[in-house]
Every structure is written in C-alpha cells, then in structure tokens.
C-alpha cells in the first residue's frame, strides 16, 4: 500500500451553500499537511460570482481548482466528476456544512501511516444544531468500529469520511439511483474487500439536517436500491425484500426510516403476513380473549 503524498478535498457546490467559506476555513486551520492539499470545487456552468482567487483568498492555499458542471449534473455525478479530476493518493468527499477539525489532516494521515492495511478512515463527530431549532441540540455523535452486518443494516459512518484512490477506483462510483449515496459507496467499498479504520475522536462536524418529506417518502426505495445494486453483500432474504418491495408486494415493508431490514426480520415479515392472510392473528387474538374470561382464570387473578 502506497504512502500518502497529496490530498484530494472535493465538493460540490452546485447548490451553493452559505457555509462553504466556513469549510474552506476549517481546512486552512489544519495544523499540519496543508502543503499536501488540493481543493476541487464543482461549481454550476456559468457561475461567474466565483473564482479560484476568492475560495484561494478564504483557504489560504493556492491549489484550489474549479470544476463547472453542467445544471443536470446529479450529486452523484458531480462527485464522480470531481474524482476523475483528483490528483491525491486519498480523496476526501465533504459537504458545504461540513467542518474539519485543526487536528484532521494530522490524525488521519497518521493512521494510514501506521496501518497500511487501511483503506477507509472514518471518525465520531458533533453534530450541530441549526440556528433558530431549540428542538435540537448539539452534541457528540460516536460511531461503532466497523462491522459489515452493522453496515448491512445502516449507515455507521460519519461525515467527512477519507479513502485511498485505489479504493474509490475498485467501485464503480457514486449511484444516481439512491439519495443514500455515501451509504451505498461505503457497501461497494466494503464488498470490493476495502478496510476500514475508526478514529474514536469526533475531529469533524456537520449540521443537523432536517428531513425532507420527499426522503421519507423514497426510504423504502431507496433502501431496496442499495441492496439490488450490490446483492453480494446481503442475504438472499434481503435480497427478496428489495425485489418484491420494488415490485410493490404488500408483504414487503419499509421497514424503520434508514434501516434496512436482516434476513430475520424480513422472515418476520413474511410470517406476519401470511398469518393475516389465513386469518390465523384474529384466532389467536380470540383464543387470547376466551383464555382471558375464562373461570379459572380470573378466579386465580383474585
């Protein structure tokens, strides 16, 4: 495994975000390995409100490069687009809303330097609470060391996650067909045999982000999307979730918002459903009701 030389930071800015120059200030702070850092910025074709001379003016780096995109581009394509771009040996995807702390660039890299066998790093984090929300507090979030069956069932990685080029190249990038992009890239890593590292410190941070009715209203899709595209990762019960949830089965639920659901609990599934169709819930529930009344026990309830 190669040693690290340079650092590919890439993010997207065809929907300009307010806290993007935060981002870029975050990075500069880094207390080492700031040398080692390039900054590809995708930005919507004919946006002459920016240039590298403001985003290099807000990082304090020179070796910021503007990628335009054209306004169809997904969020998947745009990442994709600004990996092909890349020249680091590790590739960085972040968000406008995230924040990297001083301490980022030193602690990471120095993980792949002692572990070579690493091909994904990912941290804890703090998750921010948005400016008028007194519903929502700020707060350490800490994340599980990595287990593919936890993985198989939600996304237990943080923001501002950082993977070998290698890595990012055995997938086959970032899916249009799922808003859990990251989630699904991170399962195509896991299956493509890429490893993956836990710094059990939060050195990033990012906004809470309120759901969106429309997200609520794909989950279940989107979820069936992950695990049609890549089926070698999850159980042949799953699998047949995914397929007849797709096909609108009515025994094939959602599930939990953001869970997609084991081998077990999709055989739960069937079974409920099955024991509704035979009418075998509304027997059971009876005969609960008689053994409930009868003499004997509510004689021994006395």
């Known amino acids: 495994m190669q040693t690290i030389k340079n650092v590919s930071i890439l993010v997207s800015d065809l929907e300009p975000h307010p806290g993007l120059p935060r981002l870029l200030q975050s990075i500069a702070r880094q207390s080492t390995g700031l040398e080692m850092v390039e900054i590809l910025i995708v930005i919507e074709e004919g946006n002459s409100t920016v240039s590298n001379s403001i985003w290099s003016a ?12 054209p306004k169809t581009l997904s969020p998947s394509e745009a990442r994709n687009l600004a990996a092909q771009s890349a020249q680091g040996d590790l590739i960085l995807f972040v968000r406008s809303d ?12 120095s993980v792949y330097e002692s572990s070579p066998e690493a091909d994904i790093v990912y941290t804890d984090y703090i998750r921010l609470a948005p ?10 979030v800490q994340l599980p060391d990595f287990d593919e069956s936890l993985l198989q069932s939600r996304n237990i990685l943080g923001p501002a996650v950082s993977m070998r080029r290698e890595a990012f190249e055995r997938t086959d990038g970032f899916k249009n067909n799922t808003i859990y992009r990251d989630w699904e890239m991170w399962i195509q890593a896991a299956n493509t045999g890429s490893r993956f590292f836990h710094i059990n410190y939060p050195l990033a941070s990012c906004e809470h982000v309120k759901i969106s009715f429309r997200e609520r209203a794909e989950d279940g899709r989107c979820k069936a999307m992950i695990v049609i595209n890549n089926q070698a990762f999850f159980h042949i019960h799953t699998v047949k979730w995914a ?9 094939a639920q959602a599930a939990h918002f953001m869970v997609i659901p084991t081998a077990v609990e999709v055989s739960r599934m069937i079974h409920e459903f099955h024991m509704k169709t035979m009418g075998t819930d509304v027997l059971a529930q009876e005969a609960i009701r008689q053994f409930d009344l009868s003499p004997l026990t509510v004689e021994a309830s006395r």
């Open 58 to 69: 807000i990082a304090g780096i020179e070796a910021i490069h503007l990628i335009p995109a």
């Open 243 to 251: 397929l007849s949830y797709l096909r609108g089965e009515s025994w």
């Open 131 to 140: 400016r008028k929300a007194s519903s929502i507090r700020p707060g350490m």
């Open 98 to 109: 995230y924040r990297l702390d001083p301490k980022y660039l030193t602690t990471v890299l």
